[in-house]
T-cell receptor
Framework: DTGVSQDPRHKITKRGQNVTFRCDPI?????LYWYRQTLGQGPEFLTY????????KSRLLSDRFSAERPKGSFSTLEIQRTEQGDSAMYLC?????????????FGPGTRLTVT | AQTVTQSQPEMSVQEAETVTLSCTYD???????LFWYKQPPSRQMILVIR??????QNATENRFSVNFQKAAKSFSLKISDSQLGDAAMYFC????????????FGKGTKLSVKP
């Protein structure tokens, strides 16, 4: 088990460009979460999937953000027309959800800088 | 809406000593879970300890223990015999019970360990 991986680890982009991040969860995990963490703050929930279904989206997830999890495996988070306020660490976490098993395992994150 | 508050932005402890990090939360739910996560510098977040709200007994994991005061909505973390490797950001987090699962984090406490 290699843990949760995220790619790229760092991304610098110009305002107005589109970016896409990838998250590969732990293989047997059925849930996948996206969080955003800005400097000096705790992570904030963006959205989560159970298998391939996107079950909840936060109000933080504006219409410029879209997430997918085709076939219930890896997930992508796309940000269109990036803004400077999008600069943050984007964290992915996965879990095997069951009533008594709910630990989320986090990836190393993708740090986005919008110039 | 649920909230998590960590009132200590920074804490410091001498190696081998004990330190307590504070966390309060607000919820109207009766079924929920509480967590402490550790985020070392430039490394991924890992779960330190968790507490189910329905359990009266405080959780313990080796040198880490919690003081869960349900009526006061308080969930503090005690680190005994502090080690240099304990230096990190510590985040208190809340999750509703049931099927939802997303975490709500506090702003974190930066713990420094002095040799």
């Amino acid at each position: 088990d290699t843990g949760v991986s995220q790619d790229p680890r760092h991304k610098i982009t110009k305002r107005g460009q589109n970016v896409t991040f990838r998250c590969d969860p732990i293989s047997e995990h059925n849930r996948l979460y996206w969080y955003r963490q800005t400097l000096g703050q705790g992570p904030e929930f963006l959205t989560y999937f159970q298998n391939e279904a996107q079950l909840e989206k936060s109000r933080l997830l504006s219409d410029r953000f879209s997430a997918e999890r085709p076939k219930g495996s890896f997930s992508t988070l796309e940000i269109q027309r990036t803004e400077q306020g999008d600069s943050a660490m984007y964290l992915c976490a996965s879990s095997f959800w069951a009533p008594t098993d709910y630990e989320q395992y986090f990836g190393p994150g993708t740090r986005l800088t919008v110039t | 809406a649920q909230t998590v508050t960590q009132s200590q932005p920074e804490m410091s402890v001498q190696e081998a000593e004990t330190v307590t990090l504070s966390c309060t939360y607000d919820t109207s739910e009766s079924d929920y879970y509480l967590f402490w996560y550790k985020q070392p510098p430039s490394r991924q977040m890992i779960l330190v300890i968790r507490q189910e709200a329905y359990k009266q007994q405080n959780a313990t994991e080796n040198r880490f223990s919690v003081n869960f005061q349900k009526a006061a909505k308080s969930f503090s973390l005690k680190i005994s015999d502090s080690q240099l490797g304990d230096a990190a950001m510590y985040f208190c987090a809340y999750s509703n019970g049931g099927s939802q699962g997303n975490l709500i984090f506090g702003k974190g406490t930066k713990l420094s360990v002095k040799p």
